[in-house]
């Protein structure tokens, strides 16, 4: 039997991302639009690598992808995936390099003729990145047949208003089977969900280490259209006490839940709490105005659901307390989120069994991101992430991977999708 050609898949893998690159460049960076050219492009790109060693090709109705190659026992699977969409100008890494590496891991096993223990399907995934459609996991929930009800005729793509049924039809994918809850991936065969990605934070980078197996995902709670409703006033006339200023008690909000996230980490809560977007409509307010009206979007995020719901508690008691204080009014408007995932510990041990084997060094961490792995593994299906070290942070056109630590998972993931069948059904 030949031996694994790692430098081949190497190779492989190198010529994807640059072709990827190519196809997809909205300089600075890259652009894959959910449901969009940029998508489709990476979609054929990888479907087209895989037909050149055999694989099978399925679609299902929300126009996920699948490329499989066959095991010994075609009764069960093992989906190494990630998704092919992109923020706007964003890397060419984030989401990619999960797809890339399962279709060169699995180009490296067909042509060393090793048949896995079970079928190895690459899940391409779409519409991840919730820029594009305001909801978590569209192409993991999708696939696995859980997207909640109504979703897919109510969620509306940023740039066209279009919604995901619109544009799951006008690629010619079936909205009606996504409605009815159609999935090609059948959960009891799933024995196992891998997600390689790159690391989106700085932490591999800062402490030396090439790759580490992820074992919890944070979940959310987000209000993207969050009002406070004050009335707008002039600066120099309106005495302090008769002022309803949207500004000062937006601001008040922002440091009470600071306050709040210092002192729930102090108790040592996993947290954090970000206004990523605050601002006056400057076609109301200028420079003499008491502020009217300010608009604030809130992300917060956990590893544990019990300190998810006790800073949302906390945010309304909050909200109307300042509310009352300062003459204003909150609203939050259309709630979003995802729930907090752990991963499989026995696939845990597989990466760092991988990672000893290889003689890299063994870590495991926390996932501050959130990934499609949570929806895999909060549907029960055993779920692990193998992360690689990438300068620059991520959803930007600077992230950057070296292609020898892509090397270093992609050896991992290969050693783990060589373990005999008893090692992905354990009791
Ligand atoms: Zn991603």
């Known amino acids: ?35 969009g050219d940029g998508e489709q492009a990476a979609f054929a790109l990888v479907a087209e690598a895989a037909s050149a060693f055999g694989a099978e090709r399925t679609v299902d ?29 964003g890397g060419n890494f984030d989401g990619a390099a999960g797809v890339i590496m399962g279709v060169a891991a699995q180009s490296a096993l067909a042509a060393a003729d090793r048949s896995p223990a079970f079928d190895v399907t690459v899940a391409c995934l779409r519409a991840e990145e919730s820029c594009w459609f305001p909801h978590s996991y569209i192409g993991s929930k999708t696939a696995l047949g859980c997207l909640e009800e109504g979703i897919v005729d109510s969620v509306c793509r940023s740039d066209s208003g279009d919604t995901l049924a619109a544009h799951i039809d006008a690629l010619g994918f079936d909205a009606e089977g996504v409605r009815a809850g159609a999935t090609w991936l059948c959960q009891e065969e799933l024995l196992a969900y891998i997600e390689p ?5 700085p932490a591999l980078v ?12 944070r979940g959310s709670f987000r209000y993207r259209d969050m009002v406070c409703r004050g009335e707008y006033a002039h600066s120099g006339a309106m005495p302090r006490h008769l002022r309803r200023d949207a500004a000062v008690a937006s601001a008040r909000l922002i440091v009470a839940l600071q306050a709040l996230w210092e002192r729930l ?5 996993d947290l954090t709490v970000t206004f990523g977007q605050v601002g006056t409509d400057p076609g109301s307010h200028s420079f003499s105005k008491v502020a009217g009206e300010v608009r604030l979007c809130l992300d917060v995020r956990s590893r544990d659901e019990a300190t998810l719901a006790r800073v949302e508690d906390e945010l309304q008691s909050m909200a109307v307390a300042i509310s009352t204080e300062t003459g204003t009014q909150f609203e939050f ?14 696939l845990v041990s597989m990466v760092n069994d991988a990672c000893r084997s290889l ?8 996932s501050g991101a959130g990934h499609d792995a949570a929806t895999f593994a909060n549907a029960g299906v055993p779920s692990v992430m193998i992360f690689i070290r990438n300068t620059n942070g991520s959803h930007n056109p600077d992230e950057a991977m070296a292609m020898a630590d892509f090397e270093a998972a992609l050896a991992a993931l290969i050693r783990m999708l060589s373990r005999p069948a008893s090692d992905w059904t354990p009791e």
């Open 206 to 217: 800062d402490a030396g280490l090439p790759m580490a197996a992820v074992s919890a995902i």
């Open 333 to 346: 408007g259309p709630r979003s989120g995802s729930r907090p995932a752990t991963m499989a510990p026995h």
């Open 1 to 35: 039997m030949p031996s694994i050609d790692l430098e081949s898949a190497k190779a492989l893998a190198g010529r994807l991302f640059d072709a990827l690159l190519a196809r997809t460049r909205d300089d600075p960076g890259v652009t894959r639009i959910a449901y």
């Open 359 to 366: 003689n890299l060094p063994v870590h495991t961490m926390a």
């Open 61 to 89: 109705a929300a126009g996920n992808q699948y490329l499989t190659l066959p095991g010994q026992d075609r009764s069960r699977r093992i989906v190494v995936g990630s998704h092919l969409d992109s923020v706007p100008h």
């Open 197 to 201: 990605h790159i690391e989106q934070a």
């Open 265 to 269: 980490e102090a108790e040592g809560a």
